[in-house]
């Protein structure tokens, strides 16, 4: 049985039945596998009770995800009375992912396990003129140091992207209708999937709200995540899963025109969001050129330009980001929203933001809605992974 993915695409054209078998079997196997990815530790007759499946028909399933490598036997539980059950668990050394992230320069990419821990550190991409290259040569570097069985390979990137991983526009990578997604399948022989940064993003920080709320009952609701990074994009969480709407283009913030009268874009179009809040943009607000390193922080600058003008740069951008934001809240009743920058000023960004939202949200929406600040720069990293790994095997997003 091929175990690489859980849903396999299956012809129903001559076996109709053997083919509605063979989903429900692959449903089935995707059920127990995300009951022992939820209960960490379980026993098959706990799976039994918890899906009303016969132990007949948990035992057949785990032995197929055991033959698979992605659960094994951990040792026994304690006795109810007759012969102690045998406990089980992820392999967590089963598979391993690797994964990138595009939305900065050097690339980044890492290489974690099933449950998503890290293998090793964070690599950067060499310096390279060419995308693809340096994309390519960070896989290489990735999937040659894997010690397991790749589940596949997951990228973060700018831009809008397309069912198949092909890239329809990312103005900072310069790419229109790039076929990333195809190409690295080609070329590396596994699956692949590609998603938005942002997107990634959203659904990384709605999971880890989720695990910090789970010991206290807090249910975490929809989220909108607003990211800040070389460009500005959103991702939105409804109901708990990602939404990408009709293009796979919502949570395009970043080109929202703001100021009709503002800098021209990269998008060929004039006052868009990102001409005022990306930390780019930021950047050039307080020091009146693009030629900073980015490895110059705010507090920095704030030593050569004055504390006031980041201050108020920060200011401005959050205003910005909460006059567009607004329309979302009040459009899709979001209760949460995260500002996340891997750099320092979110939390100036995050309190300009309240203020505009206290001004043009409904006043029925303010006393629920909840703005926070996130700073891991692996967010888009953790999310691509967690895309990845529902894509592959049915694990849901929480």
Not at 82 to 101: E, H, S, V, W, Y
Not at 246 to 255: F, L
Not at 313 to 326: C, D, F, N, P, W
Request: proline residues 4%; contains cysteine; glycine residues 10%.
């Amino acid at each position: 049985m091929n175990m690489q993915s859980l849903g396999p695409v299956i012809s129903t054209e001559n076996e109709p039945r053997k083919a509605g078998r063979e989903r429900m079997r692959a449903l089935n196997l995707q059920i127990v596998l995300q009951i022992v990815h939820g209960e960490h530790t379980t026993t098959r007759a706990e799976v039994a009770r918890t899906t009303g499946l016969t132990r007949a028909t948990v035992s057949s399933l785990v032995a197929d995800l055991i033959d698979a490598k992605l659960v094994v036997e951990a040792g026994v539980a304690p006795s109810a009375g007759g012969k102690p059950p045998t406990k089980i668990r992820i392999n967590q050394g089963g598979r391993q992912l690797a994964l990138l992230d595009l939305s900065a320069r050097p690339f980044r990419g890492l290489l974690v396990d099933l449950l998503l821990q890290p293998i090793g550190d964070v690599v950067l991409a060499r310096s390279s003129d060419d995308h693809d290259t340096a994309i390519e040569n960070l896989v290489e570097r990735l999937t040659s140091s894997a010690t397991s069985s790749l589940l596949g390979v997951a990228v973060a990137t700018p831009g809008v992207v397309d069912a198949d991983g092909v890239v329809v526009e990312a103005t900072n990578l310069g790419w229109v209708d790039h076929p990333l997604g195809p190409r690295l399948a080609e070329r590396f022989e596994v699956p692949v999937l590609v998603s938005n940064d942002a997107h990634a993003s959203a659904i990384a920080a709605h999971a880890e709200l989720v695990r910090q709320r789970r010991s206290t009952g807090v249910a975490t609701g929809d989220l909108l995540l607003v990211r800040i990074a070389e460009g500005l994009g959103a991702g939105i969480v409804l109901g708990g899963g990602l939404h990408l709407g009709s293009h796979r283009a919502a949570g395009e913030i970043g080109h929202v025109v703001v100021d009709v009268d503002g800098e021209d874009c990269r998008c060929g179009n004039a006052g868009c969001l990102e001409t005022i809040a990306s930390r780019a943009a930021i950047v050039r607000a307080i020091a009146g050129t693009d030629a900073i390193s980015p490895d110059v922080t705010l507090d920095m600058l704030g030593e050569t330009y004055g504390a006031s003008r980041v201050a108020e740069a920060l200011k401005r951008a959050g205003v910005a980001i909460g006059g567009a934001a607004s329309v979302l809240v009040n459009a899709l009743d979001v209760s949460e929203i995260v500002v996340h920058s891997a750099s320092d000023g979110a939390e100036a960004i995050a309190e300009g933001l309240r203020g505009e939202l206290g001004r043009r949200v409904l006043p029925a929406l303010r006393p629920d809605l909840e703005v926070r600040t996130m700073s891991d720069p692996n967010l888009p990293l953790m999310g691509a992974a967690v895309l990845l790994r529902q894509d592959q095997l049915g694990f849901v997003i929480a």
